[in-house]
């Protein structure tokens, strides 16, 4: 391994990250003690239809297949819920995000009443309040926020009825992957599939023929 060229990729993402006027926390890239950095805290907002608490932590090793082993890597993302009827101390501290939540929400209401979403989001932009501080901002933009509700919608359908059969073709390319790079057996990938070897080397040939 060629240290002089993992020290130098270092340096150029730490130089990136805290250098120069980024640097406020004056930290020495070149210390040879342990340097203190801010402390990092990553946040995803949720407004989708499935029910979920106000705040869940996610974890990226819930992505992992831990098949193989413990991973040595984890990173937690606080997912916060801002749909309308949920989070109200955090809606009620900022306006901007409590006025986006109810339009998204005044959406869903007349898409149920109307049937077609074009309309639900033309209407739900006319019965936004004058006072609202987003208002100027969806009529200055009102054909992109309308093109944008619109494809977030259809992609959310078509994302819902893929997803289970995407999850299971997913996980069996990895699982025909590993069996070919010999990382484990055809054995341990069948149990992991939940098939017989015999079907799992079926749809393995099957799948080498592809």
């Not at 996610?58 to 937690?76: N, Q, S, Y």
């Not at 819920?81 to 501290?93: H, Q, W």
């Not at 969806?138 to 926020?145: D, F, P, R, S």
Request: aromatic share 10%.
């Amino acid at each position: 391994m060629n240290k002089g060229i993992n020290r130098e990729n270092k340096d150029r993402l730490f130089k990136f990250i805290f250098g120069n006027e980024n640097n406020r926390h004056r930290i020495n890239l070149y210390s040879t003690t342990l340097q203190k950095f801010p402390l990092p805290k990553l946040v995803c907002f949720y407004n989708g239809l499935t029910e979920m608490d106000d705040k869940v932590i996610l974890h990226l090793t819930d992505a992992f297949d831990t098949a193989m082993g413990e991973p040595d890597v984890e990173v937690k993302v606080t997912m916060l819920n801002i749909n309308y009827d949920k989070n109200t101390e955090l809606l009620n501290s900022c306006q901007v995000l409590q006025e986006y939540a109810w339009f998204i929400d005044r959406i869903r209401i007349n898409q149920e009443e109307m049937g077609e979403l074009a309309e639900a989001v033309e209407s739900a932009i006319h019965q936004m309040s004058d006072e609202a501080l987003i208002k100027p901002f969806i009529l200055a933009n009102k054909a992109e926020v309308k093109r944008m509700c619109i494809t977030e919608y259809d992609e959310a359908q078509t994302m819902a009825m893929f997803k289970e059969e995407g999850r299971m073709e997913g996980r069996m390319e990895l699982l025909f992957d590993f069996v070919q790079r010999k990382i484990i057996s055809v054995e341990e990938a069948a149990k992991q599939a939940n098939l017989t070897v015999e079907d799992f080397n079926l749809k393995l040939a099957d799948y080498r023929k592809s």
